[in-house]
């Protein structure tokens, strides 16, 4: 690649943005892209998602991108149902297909793959931190939620499993793994030497309070969790400067009974193995806390911070917490939101976890603030949809991707003004994470990875229960943002260091080389007289479609010349496109 070529195609990552926004980190990339022939005519409203965004835009007078083309649309929802490059038969019978229903027929047969189970087993292993803390624990969580996204079982059934789960050991009973990970470690030779778990209890209870709060309902409530509210969040969050730090104690409180007891053997705790099961006295709201302020004193007694609704008489009380939880209308819409995020660019509500309940409904907002969702009624639209089908992520994930809304084009003609990020005016950019664009480097190159998982080996990322590999390998996922699964997952920065491994990482240099079984191995042996069937390949294989004419130009003058080391160039190239690490 010329040198040119590669400031230019690498430029959104060196460059310091004009603007944060989506849409202008969008507009830069679609810049790169090749010229593609879009799909005519008017904007089809294919079902409520429709109505809402494109109504909005029609109100306001925002223009609109065009819908994408099928190789675009082909690339795009792969990537983001499955976590894969289309393979070239794929490509060649999607746009040799005429069927009207074929985008609808994709999805469908997208969203019944194991590709599919897999790309979404590792984002939810990634949202519970999934690592070590588990044990052998990580295996079997991960199994269970591929079993769970394999059947479609209702998301709300998964979530009211994990909250109230008890076992004998965390190694048996997959659910119950999400609470073990949360464990706060505690002293090592606790003085009242009661605490044979080494585990501090309270903060455990505490961590999980956060946990199910963030991600179940969209709500931080971190902050009260050490100090009310007032005082401290009334220029952040509204509703939560309203709350106070014992009603953290209170939602806390239907944890207070749980039990985390370190698993001992031969008189040695077994460090990731834990019982936990409902016999610890309650929520001690003036007990010691390792991480936190003192604890003050106040009532214990369980009360649902969203409603104040206390269990029923009798009732365990986690399974009454989450009874409540998946009952409220904040979780359907939390859980629209993130998965909108998810394939949208970002959500009606942003961050997801940062739901401020005082500014969801226009009627009824706090003077002086503006209203938080970009779409409310769109919001609330998708969390009745959601209801209404069961709590299925497969139904959810399908309304979004069949909407012409998900199907408009990253290519944008005319100008571009940030403002119309809010509106969803085009398809908004995303790069691709570390263990998607490690699977398409295996792919397009024919040359999986070689990954240790438990007794066996794997040779793509996402096949995996958490983040393996040595060397360059581990170098490459790890500048590429792959999470250790410490500390909560961040948005993907770019850094120089990225474009710098794409062009000289064994990760990508070895992949290309005519050797080893390698796809450039297999093209050259199989058209030693068709060098312009060669370069047809390699971009199928790695863009999702056809070269232009000015590209296959450039490649066939590559080949002529040397035929290896033309195609094994032609290939290093096509992957250090700024089109081929952004899904768009």
Same mark, same amino acid.
């Given at each position: 690649?010329?040198?040119?070529?590669?400031?230019?195609?690498?430029?959104? @990552?060196?460059?310091?943005?004009?603007?944060?926004?989506?849409?202008?980190?969008?507009?830069?990339?679609?810049?790169?892209?090749?010229?593609?022939?879009?799909?005519?005519?008017?904007?089809?409203?294919?079902?409520?998602?429709?109505?809402?965004?494109?109504?909005?835009?029609?109100?306001?007078?925002?223009?609109?991108?065009?819908?994408?083309?099928?190789?675009?649309?082909?690339?795009?929802?792969?990537?983001?149902?499955?976590?894969?490059?289309?393979?070239?038969?794929?490509?060649? %019978?999607?746009?040799?297909?005429?069927?009207?229903?074929?985008?609808?027929?994709?999805?469908?047969?997208?969203?019944?793959?194991? %590709?599919?189970?897999?790309?979404?087993?590792?984002?939810?292993?990634?949202?519970? +931190?999934?690592?070590?803390?588990?044990?052998?624990?990580?295996?079997?969580?991960?199994?269970?939620?591929?079993?769970?996204?394999?059947?479609?079982?209702?998301?709300?059934?998964? /979530?009211?499993? *994990? *909250?109230?789960?008890?076992?004998?050991?965390?190694? $048996? /009973? #997959?659910?119950?793994?999400?609470?073990?990970?949360?464990?706060?470690?505690?002293?090592?030779?606790?003085?009242?030497?009661?605490?044979?778990?080494?585990? !501090?209890? @309270?903060?455990? =209870?505490? &961590?999980?309070?956060?946990?199910?709060?963030?991600?179940? @309902?969209?709500?931080?409530?971190?902050?009260?969790?050490?100090?009310?509210?007032?005082?401290?969040?009334?220029? $952040?969050?509204?509703?939560?400067?309203?709350?106070?730090?014992?009603?953290?104690?209170?939602?806390?409180?239907?944890?207070?009974?749980?039990?985390?007891?370190?698993?001992?053997?031969?008189?040695?705790?077994?460090?990731?193995?834990?019982?936990?099961?409902?016999?610890?006295?309650?929520?001690?709201?003036?007990?010691?806390?390792?991480?936190?302020?003192?604890?003050?004193?106040? #009532?214990?007694?369980?009360?649902?911070?969203?409603?104040?609704?206390?269990?029923?008489?009798?009732?365990?009380?986690?399974?009454?917490?989450?009874?409540?939880?998946?009952?409220?209308? !904040?979780?359907?819409?939390?859980?629209?939101? @993130?998965?909108?995020? +998810?394939?949208?660019?970002?959500?009606?509500?942003?961050?997801?976890?940062?739901?401020?309940?005082?500014?969801?409904?226009? %009627?009824?907002?706090?003077?002086?603030?503006?209203?938080?969702?970009?779409?409310?009624?769109?919001?609330?639209?998708?969390?009745?949809?959601?209801?209404?089908?069961?709590?299925?992520?497969?139904?959810?994930?399908?309304?979004?991707?069949?909407?012409?809304?998900?199907?408009?084009?990253?290519?944008?003609?005319?100008?571009?003004?940030?403002?119309?990020?809010?509106?969803?005016?085009?398809?908004?950019?995303?790069?691709?994470?570390?263990?998607?664009?490690?699977?398409?480097?295996?792919?397009?190159? &024919?040359?999986?990875?070689?990954?240790?998982?438990?007794?066996?080996? #794997?040779?793509?990322?996402?096949?995996?229960?958490?983040?393996?590999?040595?060397?360059?390998?581990?170098?490459?996922?790890?500048?590429?943002?792959?999470?250790?699964?410490?500390?909560?997952?961040?948005?993907?920065?770019?850094?120089?260091?990225?474009?710098?491994?794409?062009?000289?990482?064994?990760?990508?240099?070895?992949?290309? +080389?005519?050797?080893? =079984?390698?796809?450039?191995?297999?093209?050259?042996?199989?058209?030693?007289?068709?060098?312009?069937?060669?370069?047809?390949?390699?971009?199928?294989?790695?863009?999702?479609?056809?070269?232009? #004419?000015?590209?296959?130009?450039?490649?066939?003058?590559?080949?002529?010349?040397?035929?290896?080391?033309?195609?094994?160039?032609?290939?290093?190239?096509?992957?250090?496109? /700024?089109?081929?690490?952004?899904?768009?």
């Amino acid at each position: 690649m010329a040198s040119d070529r590669f400031a230019e195609a690498h430029a959104p @990552l060196f460059r310091p943005p004009s603007s944060t926004s989506t849409g202008a980190v969008t507009d830069r990339v679609a810049r790169s892209l090749p010229a593609a022939s879009l799909a005519a005519g008017g904007i089809p409203m294919r079902n409520f998602i429709d109505e809402h965004i494109f109504g909005k835009m029609r109100r306001d007078r925002v223009p609109h991108a065009s819908l994408s083309s099928d190789y675009e649309f082909l690339r795009r929802v792969t990537l983001d149902l499955t976590g894969r490059l289309a393979s070239t038969d794929q490509v060649r %019978a999607f746009i040799a297909d005429r069927d009207p229903a074929k985008r609808d027929k994709l999805i469908g047969q997208l969203l019944q793959s194991e %590709a599919y189970v897999d790309k979404w087993a590792y984002f939810f292993m990634d949202l519970f +931190r999934a690592n070590g803390k588990m044990g052998r624990g990580q295996d079997l969580f991960h199994y269970w939620m591929k079993e769970n996204l394999s059947v479609d079982r209702p998301y709300d059934d998964v /979530v009211r499993s *994990i *909250i109230g789960a008890s076992a004998k050991s965390n190694h $048996v /009973v #997959a659910a119950v793994n999400v609470i073990a990970r949360e464990h706060v470690q505690g002293k090592p030779h606790p003085e009242d030497g009661d605490d044979f778990g080494m585990v !501090q209890q @309270l903060d455990t =209870d505490d &961590e999980l309070s956060i946990l199910y709060a963030k991600t179940f @309902l969209g709500i931080n409530t971190s902050c009260i969790s050490c100090h009310d509210g007032r005082g401290h969040l009334e220029k $952040v969050n509204v509703w939560l400067s309203g709350k106070k730090r014992s009603d953290f104690f209170q939602n806390t409180g239907f944890l207070g009974h749980s039990r985390y007891l370190m698993y001992w053997e031969h008189g040695k705790p077994q460090s990731g193995e834990f019982l936990i099961d409902d016999a610890n006295a309650g929520y001690n709201t003036k007990g010691a806390s390792m991480i936190r302020v003192p604890r003050f004193g106040g #009532a214990a007694d369980p009360a649902f911070i969203l409603t104040g609704a206390r269990p029923r008489p009798g009732a365990e009380p986690r399974e009454e917490f989450g009874r409540m939880l998946t009952a409220h209308p !904040q979780f359907a819409r939390a859980t629209v939101n @993130l998965f909108w995020s +998810r394939l949208m660019g970002f959500g009606i509500v942003e961050p997801f976890d940062e739901f401020d309940l005082a500014r969801q409904d226009a %009627a009824h907002l706090p003077a002086g603030w503006a209203l938080q969702p970009s779409h409310p009624e769109l919001l609330d639209a998708l969390a009745r949809d959601f209801r209404t089908s069961g709590y299925s992520l497969r139904h959810l994930l399908g309304q979004i991707c069949r909407s012409s809304a998900y199907q408009l084009s990253a290519r944008f003609n005319g100008e571009w003004k940030d403002q119309y990020t809010k509106f969803y005016a085009r398809k908004f950019v995303r790069m691709l994470t570390a263990e998607e664009l490690h699977d398409a480097i295996a792919v397009s190159t &024919e040359r999986p990875g070689d990954f240790k998982f438990g007794s066996q080996r #794997a040779g793509m990322a996402m096949h995996l229960s958490g983040p393996e590999g040595n060397g360059d390998v581990r170098y490459f996922m790890q500048t590429f943002g792959q999470s250790n699964r410490n500390n909560p997952t961040r948005p993907l920065a770019g850094s120089p260091l990225q474009p710098l491994l794409l062009m000289q990482s064994p990760v990508v240099t070895e992949r290309v +080389r005519a050797e080893k =079984d390698s796809r450039i191995a297999r093209l050259l042996a199989s058209y030693p007289n068709d060098d312009a069937r060669v370069v047809e390949e390699l971009f199928l294989a790695t863009l999702s479609r056809p070269p232009s #004419a000015t590209e296959r130009e450039v490649a066939l003058a590559a080949l002529a010349k040397d035929r290896v080391e033309g195609a094994q160039n032609l290939h290093w190239a096509l992957i250090n496109q /700024v089109e081929f690490f952004f899904n768009y």
